[in-house]
């Protein structure tokens, strides 16, 4: 693809925005290669330190990737607005689409009647002098996150879970620093880790949560933020169990030095108890988003941390976009008072342990071992992810490359199961074997 793009520029500054215009029309597409420096200055007849400075402050953006040989690409989701189209290839038209990470529309409250009531009581308009986190929010927040053992005395609110990671990251950390973060991972923290200039260190898992020498070696590499999903761990569906949380607490005590995430975005989703680490560092944050469970078009999470902690994010979040809409917090502190909601949520969870533990046992009689401890997403290992994805793509099935969460893990597929019917357990089972180990050719001499 790139090989066709018309690359301009006589400047770093013009070179670097006829590579962001490529990204935004389409023709440089997420993943694409960039010729190599030297290639790209005799074509533009410029000097390779001028094409190098360009890529350079490309990279310092998160807009472009080095991978050692594999030379200069597009980063998957770089941040530079293009078509929606163009970030995500739509799968083939028929094709069942497994590969999004969404909750199922079908399984979330209906926010209608909550929506109406509000309408009819809308109250007076809120002004600047007044805005804030409502004090009954905050108060019913605090008894929900002291019930799974949150110390919640200071909280605020953010507009979903990664924007109090990106608030968290940009108040403590400059660009250059290290920030741990699990391997696999999310690929839009890994993609903001990227855009803020910091560097990502992968700390290896498994489904009890992050690996504890992984843990410490990333603090020796020099650490100064940990990023841990306490439940639902996108893409692999790991929970912190007690134990890991034990060991992880005994690590991290008294890290002064440390800011500790926690993301607990799937909240009542998760079905797994919570095991925080909260409160072990001097500075920490947990987040609790309500998009997973209540929608994701709500944008609001809760984010309880350490005083310090929470006045920065509170207090740079008023010298920005100021706080989080009183109409939306009216409206969540709605759903959470109603016990009909509740039990939405309640079955939203169990359906979604029903498709998660199906598929696990479907792939299991394939001999597949697959992970899956809690939330929407099957992650499984595989030999190869190219030549895997597309036989299931000819056999009609879409699932997400596991190269989008990746750092160093081995390949594997990540499977969004919150859709699935009970009938497509098995012909997805035998179409991911198949896929995986696709049957002697025919007519091959033996
Ligand atoms: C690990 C993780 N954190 C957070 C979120 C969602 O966060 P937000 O509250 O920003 O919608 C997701 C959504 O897929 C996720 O996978």
Do not use: C
Not at 295 to 318: I, K, N, Q, Y
């Amino acid at each position: 693809m790139s090989a066709r793009y018309q690359f301009s520029g006589t400047t770093a500054v013009a070179i670097s925005a006829s590579i962001e215009s490529g990204i935004r029309t389409g023709a440089l597409p997420p993943g694409a290669a960039l010729p190599p420096v030297r290639a790209l200055a005799a074509e533009l007849g410029v000097s390779p330190a001028t094409v190098a400075r360009a890529y350079r402050e490309l990279r310092q953006r998160g807009v472009l990737a080095t991978a050692g040989r594999h030379g200069t690409r597009v980063r998957p989701r770089p941040p530079v607005a293009a078509r929606r189209s163009v970030l995500r290839p739509a799968p083939l038209p028929d094709a069942r689409d497994l590969s999004r990470g969404e909750p199922d529309p079908r399984l979330l409250p209906p926010i209608g009647p909550h929506l109406a009531a509000l309408a009819a009581d809308a109250g007076p308009p809120v002004g600047y002098s007044q805005a804030g986190v409502l004090p009954e929010l905050a108060e019913a927040a605090r008894a929900r996150l002291s019930a799974d053992g949150v110390p919640a005395g200071d909280l605020t609110l953010t507009g979903g879970a990664l924007d109090g990671i990106e608030r968290l990251l940009g108040a403590h950390l400059r660009p250059g620093d290290a920030v741990a973060v699990e391997d696999p991972g999310w690929a839009n923290l890994l993609d903001l880790v990227a855009a803020l200039g910091l560097r990502p260190i992968g700390v290896p898992l498994d489904d009890e949560g992050p690996l504890v020498a992984g843990v410490a070696a990333a603090l020796s590499a020099g650490a100064r933020a940990l990023v841990i999903t306490s439940r639902a761990q996108n893409p692999t569906g790991a929970a912190v169990s007690a134990a890991r949380a034990e060991e992880l607490r005994a690590l991290l005590a008294g890290r002064r030095d440390l800011l500790l995430i926690e993301d607990d975005h799937a909240a009542e989703l998760a079905r797994v108890p919570l095991h925080s680490l909260a409160g072990v560092t001097g500075s920490w944050a947990f987040v609790r988003s309500v998009s997973k469970p209540f929608g994701p078009d709500l944008r609001l999470a809760v984010l309880a941390g350490d005083e310090t902690t929470v006045a920065r994010v509170t207090g740079r979040t008023r010298v920005g976009a100021g706080w989080v809409s009183t109409v939306l917090q009216r409206l969540v502190l709605a759903l959470w008072g109603d016990p009909a909601v509740d039990e939405l949520v309640r079955r939203a969870a169990q359906s979604y342990d029903l498709r998660r533990e199906g598929l696990l046992a479907a792939l299991a009689e394939h001999g597949l071992t697959a992970h899956g401890r809690s939330g929407i997403n099957v992650w499984l290992p595989v030999p190869d992810e190219t030549s895997a994805l597309t036989a299931l793509r000819d056999a009609g099935w879409a699932v997400a490359p596991g190269a989008l969460y990746r750092i160093a893990a081995p390949p594997a597929l990540r499977i969004t199961v919150s859709s699935l019917a009970v009938e497509e357990l098995t012909p997805l089972a035998a179409a991911l074997a198949r896929a995986i180990h696709p049957s002697p050719e025919m007519g091959f001499s033996t």
